[in-house]
């Protein structure tokens, strides 16, 4: 048998113009095609997940050993701590970047199980978007990030990242206060930088993360278990 070379294939011609037709129809089977594509975007959501749990695993396991070495012995400077909030910055924008990349596949996952499997398994509540063909088929075609990095930052901070910057914070004033014999502005100081500085500085990093946090927005991302209900 002759095989057509792509380069020959018109698009416009009728023979042609329904490809893929029957790909999404009601008979389709478990071994059809859209049943392999639900499985590989499965499949790539799992990795990009696992990814996610990585970057939180080193960042627990940072935390940890600063917190151990600067409570070992009293001659540890108490900036070590100041150290390990910036580390865990670090790790909370690798975070969030990979959370962007993540919410691409998780999106996708979404789209066929609220428009295929959920409208398959019960027809008469329809079809809760009634373009996810059209949608799903333009980001096939040129993938786009839904969120932005602010919104990413948000939701690790709300998952993990702000009770690990809580831990760390109260470590560090514990270390100001509790284990200092001159009051706690000066205990608080960095070299030539006064301790009111300092003190100033981390206070106000600490409320704008809490602010990213919390503040009133519209969510993009697909899938979190925001609402209160799901959470009972």
């Given at each position: 048998?002759?095989?057509?070379s792509?380069k020959?294939?018109?698009?416009g011609?009728?023979?042609?113009?329904?490809?893929?037709?029957?790909?999404?129809?009601?008979?389709?089977g478990?071994?059809?095609?859209?049943a392999?594509?639900?499985r590989?975007?499965?499949?790539r959501?799992?990795?990009?997940?696992?990814?996610l749990?990585?970057?939180?695993?080193?960042?627990?396991l940072?935390?940890s050993?600063?917190?151990t070495?600067?409570?070992?012995?009293p001659?540890?400077?108490?900036?070590?701590?100041l150290?390990?909030?910036?580390?865990?910055?670090?790790?909370l924008?690798?975070?969030?970047?990979r959370?962007?990349?993540?919410d691409?596949?998780?999106?996708?996952?979404?789209t066929?199980?609220?428009?295929?499997?959920?409208?398959?398994?019960?027809?008469?509540a329809?079809v809760a978007?009634?373009d996810?063909?059209?949608?799903?088929?333009?980001?096939?075609?040129?993938?786009?990030i839904k969120?932005?990095?602010?919104?990413?930052?948000?939701?690790?901070?709300?998952?993990?990242?702000?009770?690990?910057f809580?831990?760390?914070?109260?470590?560090?004033l514990?270390?100001?206060?509790?284990?200092?014999s001159?009051?706690?502005?000066?205990?608080?100081a960095?070299?030539?930088l006064?301790?009111?500085?300092?003190i100033?500085?981390?206070?106000?990093?600490?409320?704008a993360?809490?602010?990213?946090?919390?503040?009133?927005?519209?969510?993009?991302?697909k899938?979190?278990?925001?609402?209160e209900?799901?959470?009972?």
């Open positions: 048998m002759t095989r057509v792509n020959d294939v018109d698009a011609d009728s023979t042609h113009r329904e490809v893929g037709e029957g790909l999404l129809e009601e008979d389709m478990p071994s059809s095609a859209m392999h594509l639900y590989g975007e499965i499949h959501m799992k990795f990009w997940r696992e990814r749990d990585r970057t939180t695993n080193w960042a627990v940072v935390i050993a600063i917190l070495w600067a409570f070992s012995r001659d540890i400077p108490h900036y070590i701590l150290i390990g909030t910036a580390t865990l910055a670090v790790f924008f690798i975070e969030a970047r959370y962007r990349g993540y691409i596949w998780r999106s996708r996952v979404r066929l199980q609220a428009n295929v499997f959920a409208y398959g398994l019960d027809p008469a329809g978007d009634p996810w063909r059209k949608s799903l088929s333009a980001d096939y075609r040129q993938p786009t969120i932005s990095t602010e919104e990413a930052i948000a939701h690790r901070l709300r998952r993990v990242y702000l009770p690990l809580t831990v760390l914070l109260t470590a560090w514990i270390r100001i206060t509790v284990f200092s001159g009051s706690w502005t000066d205990s608080a960095i070299g030539m006064p301790g009111v500085v300092v100033g500085t981390v206070g106000l990093l600490y409320a993360a809490i602010v990213v946090a919390v503040r009133p927005r519209t969510w993009h991302a899938g979190e278990l925001r609402s209900d799901l959470r009972q």
